[in-house]
């Protein structure tokens, strides 16, 4: 009973903890968070400085004193309290205008495929400290397949291809559950790594992060394309150490990037080898839904339904999918319990 009167009052949360982005749902209220997953500490002090968006602003243009932390690799928690004075300040943003005696929020937070205990342990120790009344743990592919409204619950096989910042995770799904799945460390942030070594091997060009970033989203392509693009890219001369510029075309980062796209490609190719042939012809039927911010890459769905043979689409808003679909889980409670993931601590 008094459960029941809590939710009523308490502004539940879906929270995805991106290893670039970090998004919070609130029901009722839809996608109310919707950040850079970095923070900036005082290594003097150990004191936080800024979090998301403002913490963002001061990559690469901090003193000695001051580092900036990505508290989030992989998708998995990489330094426990650093991500959990984050999510409390996520979670208190939220909750700021709220009267002073609304309950603690019921959570569920997306974790990827490939957890060991002791992180499934760590994200949920985490949103605990960081307020949380009740935790709901739900592998990301279903969270995003939900999101993505497929249909998740029924006897059919359904194929996500959730490409994050830190990782890609493949998976086919039918009755509520994972059948079959890869999960690669090659997603947005290795593309990006990859566009900074071809600016070090060619050009003798030391790029920072965010410009790289920002060069993949405009002009980085899976495809060649029907208009050619190119654009500056600025960075230090790794001989003289002064500041250069020199103009790149999508064809030399398609070039750039090309190796990571091949092994995501690769390990779709390898997850349907070992899916049933009653899911595989379902796929081949229905096609497969891409995800995340990585979905959003110029050609990629075209070359992956070329590589494959399997109709390939991209998710309405791919970046915000997974924490929507973690939104819609909220509202359903029976199905929120058939898809959580089993955890240690008693609810």
Known sequence: MFKKLLGKFSKDLGVDLGTSNILVYAKDK???????????????????????????EMLGKTPAHIAISKPLSKGIISDFEVTEKMLRHFILKVHENSFSFAPRPRVAAGIPLEITEV?????????????????????????????ARLPVEESL???????????????????????TWKSIPIAGD???KSIIQFARDNFNLFLGERIAEFIKMRIGSAMELEVPLEMEMRGRNLVTGLPAEVI???EQIRGAISRGINAIIDNIKATLEVTPPELTADIYERGMVLTGGGA??????????GATEVPVRIADDPLTC??????????NQALLKQVSVPTGRKK
């Not at 839809?30 to 963002?56: F, H, K, L, M």
């Not at 709901?136 to 397949?145: C, M, Q, T, Y």
């Not at 096989?157 to 059948?179: E, P, R």
């Open 119 to 147: 992180e499934k342990k760590a994200v949920e120790d985490a949103l605990y400290l960081a307020g949380a009344r009740e935790v709901h743990l739900v592998e990301e592919p279903i969270a995003a397949a939900i999101g």
């Open 322 to 331: 997974a924490v929507r679909g973690l939104g819609v889980l909220l509202e």
């Open 296 to 305: 959003l890459l110029k050609g990629l769905d075209k070359l992956i339904a």
């Open 30 to 56: 839809g996608i109310v968070i919707n950040e850079p997953s970095i923070v900036a500490v005082n290594a003097r002090t150990s004191q936080i400085i800024a979090i998301g968006r403002d913490a963002q």
């Open 190 to 192: 290795e593309l990006t």
């Open 248 to 250: 790149v075309n999508d």
């Open 157 to 179: 096989g359904s194929m996500v291809v959730n490409i994050g910042g830190g990782i890609t995770q493949i998976a086919v799904l039918s009755l509520n559950g994972v059948v």
